[in-house]
């Protein structure tokens, strides 16, 4: 199984709701990432997880808070966003993160629109 | 920090048409270097990736890319192109001691005509 699935594969909110995203693997991976993407833009790194422990925080304000549960799943869970929150939510995993030669695997992403 | 850029942010090519994507990236240490493509409505795919070794190095669906290390690039080509490479592709760099950090460039946006 070489897949990352996300869920869901879109969401709505409002700024004063609380939600949670989705990510898994089963490929026994020990990295996880979480990016965001705007439209017409690049991926951007948020969230690092080196065996379930966060690694690296790109400044991402608090209003984003990660959790990785188990090595499988790692979560992203959502409270009080802006409409500038809006983007396609971008999971992905590697074997380990020691060196910069493990490839990621990318999931679908979560497309969230705040309202 | 490393930068990547890429030249050309839309593309239209005719079916058959050969293909250069341009990529350049600043960073003075070794760096691994990747392709990677997405498809409309789909997710992030990795095309190729260069480690070290030789420069050239080919991946999935035709797609080649050479490391030139003294011009710090690493475009991306295909002798003909087909409609169903219509996507967009973007380079991404990772230092060797950035703890596999993936900094992408800003992507390519191929339109191949039928």
């Known amino acids: 199984d070489t897949e990352v699935t996300q869920t869901p594969k879109h969401l709505v909110m409002g700024m004063t709701n609380k939600k949670s995203l989705k990510c898994e693997q089963h490929m026994g991976h020990r990295a996880m990432y979480w990016y965001k993407q705007k439209a017409k833009k690049p991926p951007e790194l948020m969230f690092v997880y080196s065996y379930e422990k966060l690694s690296i925080n790109e400044s991402v304000p608090s209003r984003f808070s990660p959790e990785c549960p188990n090595s499988s799943l790692l979560n992203l869970h959502l409270h009080a966003l802006q409409p500038e929150d809006s983007a396609l939510y971008l999971c992905?995993?590697?074997?380990?993160?020691?060196?910069?030669?493990?490839?990621?695997?990318f999931g679908p992403g979560t497309r969230l629109t705040v309202l | 920090a490393q930068s990547v850029s890429q030249h050309n942010h839309h593309v239209i090519l005719s079916e058959a048409a050969s293909l250069e994507l341009g990529c350049n990236y600043s960073y003075g240490g070794t760096v691994n270097l990747f392709w990677y493509v997405q498809y409309p409505g789909q997710h992030l795919q990795l095309l190729l990736k260069y480690f070290s070794g030789d420069p050239l190095v080919k991946g999935i669906k035709g797609f080649e890319a050479e490391f030139i290390k003294s011009k710090f690039s690493f475009n991306l080509r295909k002798p003909s192109v087909q409609w169903s490479d219509t996507a967009e592709y973007f380079c991404a760099v990772s230092p060797n001691n950035a703890g596999n950090m993936l900094t992408f460039g800003g992507g390519t946006r191929l339109m191949v005509k039928p």
């Open positions: 992905a995993s590697s074997q380990g993160m020691t060196s910069g030669r493990n490839e990621q695997f």
